[in-house]
Nanobody, 129 residues
């Protein structure tokens, strides 16, 4: 699958953005989708993930309550709705996909960037104070 992320931009603190990640290929509904971000000089970190059928989602503590991940399997798209943005949210945001397993009640494998087969090119989000 190929992933194309978009929707980033410059926004003031406390503002909102919606990122989109469009997938091409087959069987989008068989992929767990994740969002990660990487700030300058820092490692790429987990932001959010969503299961194949949207029944399960998970968020990093740093964004919980401010961010919502969703997907539309008919449109082959995953979204990241971000509210109450802070300057520390400034980063390049990447979408990722993996079809080896679903999100269950056990391991939080989907939080580890090395578990994903496919990555989008990233979209820059800059939050000004």
């Amino acid at each position: 699958v190929q992933l194309q992320a978009c929707g980033g931009g410059l926004v003031q603190a406390r503002g909102s953005l919606r990122l989109s990640c469009a997938a091409s290929g087959r069987a989008f509904s068989s992929y767990v989708m994740g969002w990660f971000r990487q700030a300058p000089g820092k490692d790429r970190e987990f932001v959010a993930a969503i299961s194949r059928s949207s029944s399960r989602t998970d968020y990093a503590d740093s964004v919980k309550g401010r961010v919502t991940i969703s997907r539309d399997n008919a449109k082959y798209t995953v979204y990241l709705h971000m509210n109450s943005l802070k300057p520390e949210d400034t980063a390049v945001y990447y979408c990722a996909a993996d079809n080896s397993r679903n999100i269950g009640t056990g391991s939080n494998w989907y939080r580890r960037r090395g578990e994903y087969n496919y990555w989008g090119q990233g979209t820059q989000v800059t939050v000004s104070s």
